[in-house]
């Protein structure tokens, strides 16, 4: 009798069983998959986050920036018109301009007082205006209709502690509150809306026209001419979504592609008896590739009724961040669909590799448990080589930071995509020389997980592609962030920290971009410093320093906008004492002192003082610089201990320059430093006592600074990463679990099986570190090639370094205390 085992079957559409043998293994598969889903239960975690991210991501995307750029100022008009209260002849101005251009919208606006840095206004509005209805909209109550009446933002009522129906008393006169109203293009606008004709003295008014004037000519006096700025019309956010929606599906698809193999390895031996039944490798094959359609078509129903519940829980707080209106509806559903559909193309593809490669092998072999032979890392890594070439062109000519869409943004978009797909190509090989690299001289535990990625390179080639995906993300979203703040003249971030409070004096302008003025009187500045004082003891405050200006400002020359934005104080002793810089560390002929990293080696940088801020005004002088303006070549010395944020001291100007230039200077405010941040109730203490005495105060804002940003960035991109290690190294591990018995067997302690399981985690890490970054790098190095400093010079080093060194140690020490339990006694392969 003999006992050789036959071929499978021809797979023609006659011998493999027709549509009754696809049904039977159609449900074969189901019910492998209900008996098998926790097996599956990462990739269908995995596949379930991609949709839901997908769809939370379409939906923030498309309704982060407003849906015109210009109504948050120019509701639907082509221009406007701002016309100074101060004009005496308003009303008659107002109608000559409205006979002049026909159809307007005239919005009057009356400064009012309330002790805040940002500005409340008094605003008469016609609600059917016809430009202004953008600027305009009512969330509860109704409009005013009359004398008498108001409506108002919530953050005004919440300031004056009324609301709805209530009755509020502003400048000797009384209000009956009818609604609470908003500018939907612009939720960070305060204001109290009155009915047209309403504001007795408005201090500016704003007239909208649906045409663009020709000239300015026969306007007012002192009236200014705006128009509304072209809009940008570049790829649409849900395009870009849906780009990085299909890179998000080859990542995730190349994790689900080895959580496949494993499950078609342990299914090995069964599919070998189903084939010695009769099977066809098609049949053998669409066990696989249905058991992946199931797990897609789960996996994209739960995503996206995650996806949805999410929108529906974030939009209202996407509103308050983006200051303007959100309409939870407003998605893009063909894109939204398309990526719900690739999950489900993405679950299939990725069943049906390790599908193929299982049907291939011969059927003695499956009985057996013996996995296929891997196959050679250089047949990828060829193409991945040429793809990644491809993408590091198309980034090469996409323009830039000059790009202006179009064309440019399918330059990068196209590159990105072959960039990252060439990477996912190249992975194997990289594997492949870290084991040749590792030499006989390699400790035996890292010469056998070494070992184990090289043979079963299919997982440790899709996790170190996954794993690579997530550093590049996390490196180039820290370096597109680190040149918005690399403009040192133009600063930005963090305007204070949360436990910073800022109070400026009635001189200093209400904010915190000084004008000065006449100073307080002795008595003035004495009761002031006295309810500072109060108000610093009852926040249980370290310590109050008083801040002082002068007429003094830095530019740079040349054309643009290279004045320096924000305030310079004054190196008064009390200031250097407070943040411990001794008047030694201070070098000779230092004009000004500063903790913005860079201010101090740009070059071509003016001083200005004295005339230019008296009066004379006009663009910044250029050097030789006019006696009494403006002084050439100051000394600027960075001090890092000074503070850091846009609004706090964080450029002074000694007190030698000043004398030397015989600069007066003038009490500009205090800051207050708490030991916790403040409370909502102790902001509004200080509001009131701001109020009552006619200064203002600044706290924490919600803009976030470079840190911030690339921290968080660098933490997602290494808790991405250490999913996928872990998932990986316990798909590598669970495969090698009868090879780990032997090991035991043969006398191996839990401190091996921990090197081996380290080993692993740590090597992928790493390479998955330096090919993600290094990936990053090229790529950003290609697209702003022309602007190298500028891409480049900000970047914060230590979030590198995390990401380079962190990750590795991390993975291993993970993979060394997660590991080293003894396997339990040698056991029989269950036959499924």
């Not at 342990?266 to 070998?272: D, E, I, K, T, V």
């Not at 793809?387 to 869409?405: D, E, H, I, Y």
């Not at 133009?490 to 436990?499: F, K, R, V």
């Not at 008083?546 to 004054?570: D, H, M």
């Amino acid at each position: 009798m003999s006992t050789a085992v036959r071929d499978r079957p021809a797979t023609d559409g006659i011998t493999d069983g027709g549509i009754p043998a696809r049904q039977a293994v159609i449900r074969w598969a189901l019910r492998l998959f209900r008996r098998e889903w926790r097996q599956q239960i990462l990739v269908l975690a995995m596949l379930t986050v991609a949709v839901a991210t997908m769809i939370l991501g379409a939906a923030v995307a498309t309704n982060t920036p407003p849906a015109s750029p210009n109504a948050a100022i120019f509701g639907t008009a082509k221009a406007l018109i701002s016309v100074p209260g101060t004009d005496p002849h308003l009303a008659a101005d107002i109608a000559a301009i409205r006979a002049r251009y026909g159809t307007v919208d005239v919005i009057e606006n009356q400064s009012l007082a309330t002790g805040l840095a940002a500005g409340v206004e008094l605003r008469a509005q016609d609600p059917s205006g016809p430009y202004g209805g953008p600027l305009l909209s009512l969330v509860s109550g109704h409009y005013p209709s009359g004398p008498g009446q108001v409506a108002m933002t919530s953050q005004v009522a919440s300031i004056y502690n009324v609301h709805t129906g209530g009755v509020w008393h502003e400048g000797g006169k009384t209000w009956r509150v009818t609604g609470i109203v908003q500018n939907p293009a612009n939720l960070l606008d305060q204001f109290a809306l009155v009915a047209p004709g309403q504001v007795s003295a408005p201090s500016q008014a704003t007239i909208l026209l649906g045409t663009r004037p020709a000239s300015s000519s026969g306007l007012p006096p002192g009236a200014v001419v705006s128009d509304a700025p072209a809009t940008f019309k570049g790829l649409s956010p849900a395009v870009i979504v849906l780009v990085v929606a299909v890179l998000g599906m080859v990542f995730i698809g190349l994790v689900a592609a080895a959580g496949f193999a494993v499950m078609a390895q342990r299914r090995l031996r069964a599919l070998g008896m189903l084939s010695a039944l009769g099977a066809t490798e098609r049949n053998v094959q669409l066990v696989m590739v249905a058991g992946g359609a199931i797990v897609g078509v789960v996996a994209t129903i739960a995503g996206a009724v995650i996806g949805f519940g999410a929108w529906m829980l974030y939009y209202p707080h996407l509103a308050t961040v983006t200051a303007h209106t959100v309409d939870p509806a407003n998605l893009p559903w063909l894109a939204i669909i398309i990526g719900m559909a690739l999950a489900v193309l993405t679950a299939i593809l990725a069943a049906r590799r390790p599908a193929a490669v299982v049907a291939r092998v011969p059927v003695v072999a499956a009985l057996s448990g013996r996995p296929p032979s891997p196959k050679g890392a250089h047949r990828a890594a060829r193409p991945g080589l040429i793809t990644m070439a491809a993408g590091l062109v198309l980034l090469a000519f996409s323009g830039g930071w000059a790009g202006n869409g179009g064309k440019d943004s399918l330059f990068l978009l196209g590159g990105l995509v072959a960039v990252v797909v060439g990477s996912f190509l190249v992975a194997p090989l990289c594997v492949a020389l870290l084991a040749a690299a590792a030499g006989p001289r390699a400790p035996v535990a890292a010469r056998i997980a070494l070992r184990d990625l090289v043979r079963y390179r299919a997982r440790s080639g899709a996790a170190l592609a996954a794993t690579s995906f997530a550093v590049f993300l996390a490196v180039l979203i820290t370096i597109i962030a680190s040149v918005r703040f690399s403009n040192v003249l133009d600063y930005t971030g963090a305007n204070l920290t949360p436990s910073q409070l800022m109070v400026y004096t009635p001189t200093s302008g209400g904010g915190p971009g000084l004008t000065l003025g006449q100073s307080l009187t002795p008595a003035q500045t004495s009761s002031l410093h006295a309810k500072v004082d109060s108000l610093a003891h009852s926040l249980h405050a370290q310590y109050v320093l008083a801040l002082y200006g002068s007429s003094v400002g830095l530019t740079q020359e040349g054309t643009g906008n290279n004045n320096f934005s924000g305030t310079i104080y004054v190196a008064t002793p009390a200031l250097l004492r407070t943040y411990g810089i001794k008047p030694s560390q201070i070098e000779p002929g230092a004009d000004f002192l500063t903790s913005r990293p860079g201010l101090a080696g740009l070059p071509r940088m003016l001083m200005l003082y004295g005339n230019f801020f008296g009066g004379k005004g006009g663009p910044p002088p250029s050097a030789p610089c006019p006696a009494g303006q403006c002084l050439a070549h100051p000394r600027i010395q960075e001090m890092p201990s000074l503070p850091t944020g846009v609004h706090a001291p964080n450029t002074v100007v000694t007190m030698a320059a000043l004398q030397r230039l015989h600069q007066p200077v003038t009490l500009a405010g205090w800051m207050i430093q708490t030991p916790r941040p403040l409370t909502q109730a102790q902001i509004s203490a200080a509001r009131q006592m701001a109020l009552t005495s006619g200064a203002t105060i600044e706290t924490k804002s919600a803009q976030l600074g470079l840190s911030q940003i690339s921290n968080g960035a660098t933490a997602i991109g290494i808790l991405i990463a250490l999913g996928v290690l872990a998932m990986t190294v316990g798909l590598i591990r669970s495969e090698t679990a009868g090879e780990l018995r032997t090991l035991t067997a043969t006398g191996a302690g839990g401190r091996t099986r921990r090197m081996i399981t380290a080993a692993t985690a740590g090597a992928l890490a790493l390479l998955g570190a330096l090919l993600g970054t290094v990936t990053a790098v090229a790529a950003a190095l290609a697209w702003a090639r022309s602007s190298l400093s500028t891409t480049f010079g900000n970047v914060p080093g230590l979030d590198m370094v995390i990401i380079l060194a962190g990750l590795p140690l991390i993975a291993a020490v993970g993979g060394w205390l997660l590991a080293g339990r003894q396997p339990p006694a040698i056991a029989r392969q269950p036959l499924e």
